[in-house]
């Protein structure tokens, strides 16, 4: 099956029937209630699915369900807010008809849209619009959250329509623009023209999207999407935190990578990175760690900095040894400087609700290294309106020790406290506080190479030997408890988010003293060298 889009010429808007009826070849039919149904279906569901992991599209269609994981709270929430999202915006347009539903039978919904679309009802609600390919083998299901009438001729008459999608995301990001395009290409079997533009809702604004940049890669992706739907292979597993982490194919996907020895589960083994190292026949853990730096940055074009570090963590892995990142002159690439110490110490940690914009803890762990004692002083807004107070809070503490180093995990802490200064004010200099902090994430790993699958600070953490006392919670865990804080005052939401807040406190102070007991002779042997 190869996916066509026709060419039409542009129509008069004042004409019932574009010009190019008589000869408009569609590059799909309308799906009618006399076809059996395809072999395949693709909905525009799937092919959003697709654009982020083909394995995650192929293994809805076919996978075991038994081997999903339940959503996280947090997937439920975002789920729930995308809804809320819709439901509001959805209130801007009246007004609205809702094509009847036919349970399991895709082409009599398509034939309840298209009679509304024929009557020129203004908005279709979620109205479903379905369409062949070519040889019938591949059926295409649309389904955005409108459809908005347009004044220009069409099979329908002098209108024809466009769609809407609300998304709850604040970029218009390629697969949201490629779905919109999905959207138009279905329709057009039905209404005989091709819209030129979609519209896309997300959280802060609206975009209109320009259909004709989208048609070359939509038909490409058709084409790749109907040939893995219809393999008997299941697309190759690639763990990629950023995208794996809520999927619910997740631990089924992983447990298929240890078992693979795959080289996804290498820090810095990029998608990218790691179709250049299968070209190199580079494919699994030993033959990669028994290159040369320069010899696999000349192979591949890797930086000389991402080429070692790729062979030292295949090294590091293989050995379950931490090693020492050195500079030109053989020496450990760590200061004693970047890495201080004090009679006591503080480390920090923050919990913040992104879709709220708003920061409800500030987590300080004090450490006084002479007397050997740990406190840890959590600063709340018990509700959103108390940001400022905690904040300000957060100043006093800070400011009552002027000589500690601020140790936090990840530039999130520095970059945030900058913000609230800005937001509330301050009563210290903030220039003078933020040469306080040290992301002992950075120190790590610009220092050393790890026997880790990541570098977040659970995986260092729990590699050194801390584990949190709840095994499961997590920061989107956080932000769940907060809102059932707010919505039931149940204290113990909040005791679990400052449980967690302090182990998080606990884990970065784990890092740094391990990172200090491991960088401790290699100072010494410099100093010796020097």
């Known amino acids: 099956m190869v996916a066509r889009l026709p060419t039409l010429p542009h129509q008069d808007a004042g004409s019932s029937t574009p010009a190019s009826a008589l000869e408009w070849?569609?590059?799909?039919?309308?799906?009618?209630?006399?076809?059996?149904?395809?072999?395949?279906?693709?909905?525009?569901?799937?092919?959003?699915?697709?654009?982020?992991?083909?394995?995650?599209?192929?293994?809805?269609?076919?996978?075991?369900q038994d081997l999903q994981a339940t959503p996280s709270d947090y997937l439920v929430k975002l789920k729930s807010d995308s809804a809320a999202h819709r439901q509001t915006v959805l209130t801007e347009f009246s007004p609205i008809s809702r094509p009847k539903r036919h349970a399991a039978n895709v082409a009599a919904t398509a034939q309840e849209t298209f009679a509304l679309m024929q009557q020129g009802v203004d908005y279709i609600c979620r109205g479903k619009m379905a369409a062949m390919c070519e040889d019938g083998t591949i059926g295409y299901v649309s389904q955005p959250d409108l459809w908005i009438k347009q004044p220009g001729g069409s099979w329908l008459g002098n209108w024809h329509y466009v769609p809407l999608d609300i998304k709850l995301g604040k970029k218009p990001k390629q697969e949201y623009q490629l779905t919109a395009a999905f959207h138009a290409y279905v329709l057009a079997a039905w209404q005989g023209v091709v819209p030129t533009m979609a519209h896309l809702r997300l959280k802060e604004r609206h975009?209109?999207?320009?259909?004709?940049?989208?048609?070359?890669?939509?038909?490409?992706?058709?084409?790749?999407?109907?040939?893995?739907?219809t393999s008997e292979e299941t697309p190759d597993v690639f763990i990629s935190r950023s995208r794996c982490d809520m999927c619910v194919w997740l631990n089924h996907c992983y447990d298929v990578a240890q078992n693979q020895n795959h080289l996804s589960l290498l820090p810095g083994v990029t998608l990218n990175r790691y179709r250049h190292l299968e070209k190199l026949g580079l494919t699994t853990v030993e033959t990669l760690a028994r290159n040369q730096p320069a010899t696999l940055a000349q192979a591949s074009g890797f930086e000389l900095k991402v080429a070692e570090k790729l062979v030292h963590q295949a090294q590091a892995k293989l050995s379950g040894a931490a090693i020492a990142r050195t500079d030109a002159n053989n020496c450990f690439t760590l200061s004693p400087q970047e890495l201080p110490s004090a009679p006591i110490e503080l480390y920090f940690d923050i919990e913040a609700a992104p879709d709220k914009d708003l920061v409800y803890l500030h987590g300080l762990l004090v450490?006084?290294?002479?007397?050997?004692?740990?406190?840890?002083?959590?600063?709340?807004?018990?509700?959103?309106?108390?940001?400022?107070?905690?904040?300000h809070q957060f100043q006093h503490v800070v400011a009552h020790y002027p000589e500690s180093p601020i140790y936090h995990f990840c530039p999130y802490e520095a970059q945030t406290v900058r913000r609230l200064a800005e937001r509330y004010g301050t009563i210290i200099d903030i220039d003078e506080l933020l040469?306080?902090?040290?992301?002992?994430?950075?120190?790590?790993?610009?220092?050393?190479?790890?026997?880790?699958?990541?570098?977040?600070?659970?995986?260092?953490?729990?590699?050194?030997?801390?584990?949190?006392?709840?095994?499961?919670?997590?920061?989107?865990?956080?932000?769940?408890?907060?809102?059932?804080?707010?919505?039931?005052?149940?204290?113990?939401?909040?005791?679990?988010?400052?449980?967690?807040?302090?182990?998080?406190?606990?884990?970065?102070?784990?890092?740094?003293?391990?990172?200090?007991?491991?960088?401790?002779?290699?100072?010494?042997?410099?100093?010796?060298?020097?």
């Open 435 to 530: 040469s306080r902090f040290v992301d002992i994430h950075k120190r790590i790993v610009d220092s050393v190479t790890l026997p880790i699958e990541s570098y977040a600070l659970k995986h260092i953490a729990r590699w050194i030997g801390f584990e949190w006392r709840d095994s499961s919670a997590n920061g989107a865990q956080s932000i769940c408890w907060y809102d059932n804080w707010l919505s039931s005052q149940d204290e113990q939401y909040l005791n679990d988010i400052l449980k967690y807040n302090e182990d998080d406190c606990r884990a970065t102070y784990w890092v740094k003293r391990w990172l200090a007991n491991f960088a401790a002779p290699l100072w010494e042997n410099d100093a010796e060298a020097g």
């Open 207 to 229: 975009y209109v999207i320009d259909l004709e940049k989208q048609w070359p890669t939509l038909l490409d992706l058709l084409d790749t999407c109907g040939a893995v739907l």
């Open 25 to 64: 070849i569609s590059p799909a039919s309308p799906w009618s209630l006399e076809q059996a149904n395809p072999d395949q279906i693709i909905e525009d569901s799937t092919l959003f699915t697709f654009l982020r992991c083909q394995r995650r599209a192929y293994l809805d269609v076919y996978g075991d």
């Open 367 to 391: 450490i006084n290294t002479q007397t050997h004692t740990e406190t840890f002083i959590p600063l709340v807004a018990r509700e959103p309106e108390g940001e400022a107070s905690a904040w």
